[in-house]
């Protein structure tokens, strides 16, 4: 049963993650806490596995998602490139801010951030484009921030990046592959970091890799990688408005039990 979930939950993700360039850790920090809690694991680590194992997985979904997204001319690899090297300091950073913080304080975060993503999405919030790119220093500097929360909030950093590039006039179909691409240095140093930090922690599970649980790494990974490409191909043929909106649903949901458990 836990096995099919996973495989689920990673073709949910994959799907999301192809469609709006997210990395589907909106949704997989969730079902892994409730999930990790229902198998027993200890409420001093059970969080944090939720992010490392999240992270883990989004290094697969976003090599499938950019693949197809480059296929199609959506990637702007002149702004991947800066963007990334403040994305690897960021990441790092984030990973050790989110081990000194204990498993109820960073669900609720999750929570919170989990709101303010429903009201974005479900009414369309977005900066106008009304500024041009910043330099190379302005990018690293994006980069760390983007980095830094994403690898808190064991996302691969779409929903931040997706509007800011956007406000920077780069066009929708390429504003979400290059998100996609940046989640992947996320996800790959955020996932490493966190398989260091986690090493030795004595309230692990069996088949654990520091904070990454490998049994939910795999099943989610099964799925994902296949749905992601499909959601990079719908991302260029639909307008995703309403799923938007039914995803917003389902970030509410997923917040309010954070911050009120």
Known sequence: M???????????AGLLAGLFGIGGG????PVLVISFAYQGISPDVLTHMAIGTSLATIVFTSMSSVKAHQEKGGVRWDIFKPMAVGIV??????????????????????GAF???MAVQMGFGLKPKPNRDI??????V???TGIGWASAIFGIGGGSLSVPFLSWCNVRMQQAVGTSAACGLPIAITAALTNVYKGWGESA????????IYLPAFIGIIITSVYFARIGAKLAHKLSP??????????????GLKFLLA
């Open 2 to 12: 836990i096995l099919l979930l996973y495989l689920a939950l990673g073709a949910v």
């Open 134 to 139: 910043p330099g190379s220093t302005g990018l």
């Open 114 to 116: 989990a709101l303010l």
């Open 26 to 29: 909106l949704i997989i920090v």
């Open 241 to 254: 408005i309403m799923l938007k909106r039914i995803f917003a649903v389902l970030l509410v949901v997923v």
């Open 141 to 143: 500097s994006v980069g």
């Open 89 to 110: 300091l960021g990441a790092i950073l984030g990973v050790y801010t989110a081990a000194e913080l204990s498993g109820p304080v960073l669900q609720k975060i999750i």
């Open 204 to 211: 692990l599970p069996e088949w654990s890799a520091g904070f």
